[in-house]
């Protein structure tokens, strides 16, 4: 039998002047700790960690784009400081048409689930980052809106799950990329949104796919708004 207990804490200020400049910057804070009361996984013993990050972005536009940028930064008393960048920018081809493009860096420490959890934890995991790229272009016309991305990632250190051991592991070098298409309509009360991925998920340094990612997927939500009340219905595809 185990106790665990999390602290969180994140304040964030914004500034803005008029429609063309914000400003935002702030922090977190999180603190993790885990004790087995029984005494009989000694990896458990007031196991426990500690992150603080600052983080600040600024958002641009004038006619007809805007652009953004922000920066992190984590410090994780386990694993070392980190500094990521996001980035991105919105340029409005038309009236109805706009196309978009991000960057975008992270970084993510193990939980003390992922390293001491009983017969699945690995306490040599190291801390998981990725690069990100994404580029889509969206129309609204009328009462319909269709929108076409593409994207991919690349990570160092992805924390994943050995299929055959079913122990915490890190995977070297892994890419994810792929295309995402959505079909939205609207008219009076009613909605609908149709969109689909196709993903290509793979571990480079095995040169095999990423277990547990669906190559397909897709999802159907339709929303009706009579008077106070929203219903919605909402279907999901995944493949195998």
């Known amino acids: 039998t185990t106790e665990s ?7 964030v200020a914004t500034w803005t002047a008029g429609r063309d400049l914000w ?10 700790e885990a004790t ?26 004038r006619g007809p784009v805007r652009v ?18 996001r980035t991105g920018a919105v340029f ?4 109805e048409t706009r ?6 860096e992270s970084f993510r420490a193990p939980s003390l689930g992922d390293l001491f959890f009983p017969f699945f934890g690995n306490p040599e995991l190291q801390p998981e980052r990725a ?12 009462d319909w809106r269709l929108a076409l991305t593409g994207f991919e990632s690349r990570q160092r250190n992805l924390i994943d799950f050995h299929p055959v051991t079913f122990v915490s592991i890190n995977v070297g070098r892994a890419r994810m990329r792929g295309v995402e298409g959505e079909v939205g309509f609207r008219r009076g009360i009613y909605s609908a949104s149709l969109n689909g991925t196709w993903l290509d998920a793979e571990d480079l340094d095995a040169g095999t796919p990423l277990q547990r990612r669906p190559k397909h997927s897709a999802g159907l939500l339709l ?9 919605n219905l909402e279907g999901r595809y995944v493949g195998s």
């Open 92 to 95: 409005a081809l038309t009236q």
């Open 131 to 142: 690069k990100t790229w994404e580029l889509s272009v969206e129309r609204e016309a009328g």
């Open 223 to 231: 929303t009706a708004r009579p008077g106070d009340w929203i219903l």
């Open 68 to 85: 953004d940028l922000g920066l992190r930064r984590d410090d994780n008393d386990v694993f070392g400081a980190e500094t990521s960048l």
């Open 99 to 104: 196309l978009r493009a991000s960057y975008g």
């Open 23 to 32: 400003i935002a910057f702030g922090g977190d804070w999180e603190r993790l």
């Open 36 to 61: 087995n009361r029984a005494g009989s996984l000694a990896q458990l013993d007031a196991a426990r960690q500690r992150t603080w990050a600052a983080f600040g972005q600024a958002s641009y536009g």
């Open 5 to 11: 207990e999390a602290r969180r804490g994140r304040a």
